[in-house]
C-alpha cells in the first residue's frame, strides 16, 4: 500500500503538477509558516489569532517584494540588457588578442569558430527573450494569478488544516502504520529543511548585498538575489554564481584590487554559508551523503524541475525513511512469523 501511495502521487505530479503549479506552491508556503504558527500555539495563543498574526506578516513581505524590491530588481535588469552589448563587443576584442598572446595555446580560427559559437548562443537567448515579451499578456495574467490567488489558497490550508488533514485520512487504508510510521520520520526533517533553506537564501542574499554595495559592485540587489538562490542547488550553485560575479566584476574594474576584493569576498562567503550557517539551519536533518546529495538534485531536478531541486535533500531523506521503515516492516514480521511457529513441549 505504501509502494502504491508513493506511485499515484508521483504520477499525479507529473500529470497535473503544472496546472495546479499555484496550490502546490501554495502548499509549500503554508508548510513553511506552519512553523511560526505553532510556536504562536505553544505560548497558548488560539490557532486562528496564530494563524491571523503570521498571514498578515506573509502579506506585508509580499506587499515589499512587489512595491519596492522589484522595480528596483526590473530597474537593474534592463540596464544589464542596455550594457551588455558593450560588454559581448569588449570580449570579442579580448578573445581576438588571445592568439597573439598565447599561440601555441590557441589559434585564430579557434577563436572565430568560438565568438560564433557565443553569437548564436545569443541570438536564441534573444528569441527566448522576445517571445516571453510577445506572450506578455499571457504572463500578466499567470502574475495577476500568484499574486491573487496564492495567498487566499495559503490563508485556507492554515486556517483548515485539521479538516483537510481528516479528509485526506479518509481516503487511506485502515491499515496505514508504515505510512504513518513513514510520515512522521521525515515530517519534522522536511519542515526543518524547508524553513531553513528559506533562512539561507534570506541571509546569504542579505550578506551578499551588503558586501557589494560596500565595494559598490554594479547591479548588487540583482546579482546578490541570484546568489541567494543559489544555494538551492548543493555545491553546483555556488560554482555556477562565480562566473557571473567575476565577469561583472571584470567589466567593470578589470584585473585591479577591487576585482578581487569582491570576489575573495564571494568566496569567503560561501565557505562561512557551507562550514557554518548550514551547521547551525539543519542541524536536526539528517546528513545525507554529498554523492547522494548531487544525485537528488539531477534525479529529481529533471523530474519535476524547480520544486525537484529545491526538494532534492528531503526527498532523499524521504527515500531513505521509506528504505528504514520497509526493512524495520519486514524484520518485525519476520520476528512474528519465527514467534507464531510451534514449539514442542519438552515433556
Not at 513581505?61 to 563587443?89: A, K, T, V, Y
Not at 578589470?254 to 562567503?269: D, W
Request: aromatic share 14%.
Amino acid at each position: 500500500m505504501l509502494g502504491m501511495l508513493i506511485v499515484i502521487v508521483l504520477v499525479a505530479i507529473l500529470i497535473v503538477g503544472k496546472m495546479l503549479a499555484p496550490v502546490l506552491a501554495s502548499l509549500v508556503i503554508a508548510y513553511l509558516l506552519e512553523g511560526p504558527i505553532k510556536v504562536l500555539e505553544n505560548r497558548r495563543i488560539p490557532r486562528l489569532v496564530s494563524v491571523l498574526v503570521v498571514f498578515l506578516g506573509f502579506v506585508c513581505f509580499l506587499f515589499f517584494l512587489l512595491l519596492w524590491l522589484f522595480p528596483i530588481m526590473w530597474q537593474q535588469l534592463g540596464q544589464l540588457f542596455r550594457e551588455l552589448p558593450s560588454m559581448i563587443s569588449w570580449s570579442q576584442q579580448a578573445l581576438l588578442h588571445l592568439p597573439e598572446r598565447y599561440p601555441e595555446f590557441i589559434s585564430e580560427k579557434q577563436v572565430i569558430n568560438l565568438i560564433g559559437g557565443l553569437r548564436s548562443e545569443l541570438t536564441v537567448l534573444g528569441q527566448r527573450i522576445l517571445s516571453l515579451s510577445l506572450a506578455s499578456v499571457r504572463v500578466v495574467i499567470w502574475i495577476l494569478v500568484y499574486t491573487f490567488l496564492m495567498p487566499l489558497l495559503v490563508f485556507f490550508f492554515l486556517k483548515d488544516k485539521d479538516r483537510l488533514v481528516t479528509w485526506v485520512k479518509g481516503f487511506l487504508p485502515e491499515e496505514r502504520k508504515l505510512v504513518m510510521e513513514v510520515w512522521h520520520e521525515v515530517d519534522q526533517q522536511i519542515g526543518n529543511y524547508v524553513r531553513g533553506k528559506v533562512w539561507e537564501i534570506l541571509i546569504i542574499w542579505a550578506a551578499s548585498y551588503l558586501t557589494f554595495a560596500i565595494f559598490g559592485l554594479q547591479f548588487a540587489i540583482l546579482v546578490s538575489l541570484f546568489v541567494g538562490l543559489s544555494v538551492l542547488i548543493p555545491y553546483i550553485g555556488a560554482i555556477s554564481m562565480a562566473l557571473p560575479v567575476a565577469s561583472i566584476a571584470y567589466f567593470q574594474w578589470g584585473l585591479s584590487a577591487e576585482f578581487a576584493y569582491v570576489f575573495g569576498a564571494y568566496v569567503i562567503l560561501q565557505i562561512l554559508d557551507g562550514n557554518v550557517l548550514v551547521t547551525l539551519l539543519f542541524s536536526e536533518v539528517v546528513n545525507v551523503h554529498p554523492i547522494a546529495i548531487i544525485a537528488a538534485v539531477l534525479i529529481f531536478g529533471g523530474f519535476f524541475g524547480f520544486w525537484g531541486v529545491f526538494f532534492a535533500i528531503p526527498l532523499a531523506t524521504v527515500v531513505r525513511a521509506i528504505l528504514k521503515a520497509w526493512t524495520r516492516s519486514r524484520e518485525r514480521m519476520a520476528a512474528q512469523n519465527a514467534g507464531a511457529d510451534p514449539v514442542e513441549d519438552p515433556a
